[in-house]
T-cell receptor, first 110, second 113 residues
């Protein structure tokens, strides 16, 4: 069975500090991977997608970047956090049409 | 750009009641429409999807799709307190190599014992 693991579970970070969130998919080779973000009170929206190692496409510009250094790993990062980056970040994968989400990372920028 | 609207924003029902949730979308060329359940602080979990006009039943869930009116609804029969959660409607579109879900804001369902 496929499992998706996100880390950390929660972060409290200062404005202007760097950020790195991670996600690992086990049990599935070459999955399509996604980052979604949900601002508090907002709508869940797709940020990035990747269909293969080393290739990441941006969907929404939020001064964030993403990388896929390994087939089963997806990283979301920024060098300088903004207050507007606060929210719930979800890594997801899809075999074909169903999208499976991880448990998410709650980010609070202060 | 796809837009997804859900109603009502919140709903409180007694245990055993039938629950009806609504969703409208803007792109008639959209592919499948999904309903997800999200508990507080957790990732969404897919419940049911529909592609063709008509209805689809799975257990206590029934979904109706009318592409002409760009409307889909989810009905939960014999609701339970454990059904309390946010229900998200999501419309799928494949643009190039990206399989993208566009979500509505959700409906917060509370089922009281």
């Amino acid at each position: 069975a496929q499992t998706i693991h996100q880390w950390p579970v929660a972060e409290i970070k200062a404005v202007g500090s760097p950020l790195s969130l991670g996600c690992t998919i086990k049990g599935k080779s070459s999955p399509n991977l996604y980052w979604y973000w949900q601002a508090t009170g907002g709508t869940l929206q797709q940020l990035f997608y990747s269909i293969t190692v080393g290739q990441v496409e941006s969907v929404v510009q939020l001064n964030l970047s993403a990388s896929r250094p390994k087939d089963d790993q997806f990283i979301l990062s920024t060098e300088k956090l903004l207050l507007s980056h606060s929210g719930f970040y979800l890594c997801a994968w899809s075999p074909q049409t169903e999208v499976f989400f991880g448990k998410g990372t709650r980010l609070t920028v202060v | 750009q796809e837009k997804v609207q859900q109603s009502p924003e919140s709903l409180i029902v007694p245990e055993g009641a039938m629950v009806s949730l609504n969703c409208s979308f803007s792109d008639s060329a959209s592919q499948s429409i999904w309903w997800y359940q999200q508990h507080p602080g957790k990732g969404p979990k897919a419940l049911i999807s529909i592609f063709s006009n008509g209805n689809k039943k799975e257990g206590r869930l029934t979904v109706y799709l009318n592409r002409a009116s760009l409307h889909v609804s989810l009905h939960i029969k014999d609701s339970q307190p454990s059904d309390s959660a946010v229900y998200l409607c999501a419309v799928s579109n494949s643009g190039g190599s990206n399989y993208k879900l566009t979500f509505g804001k959700g409906t917060l369902l509370t089922v009281t014992p």
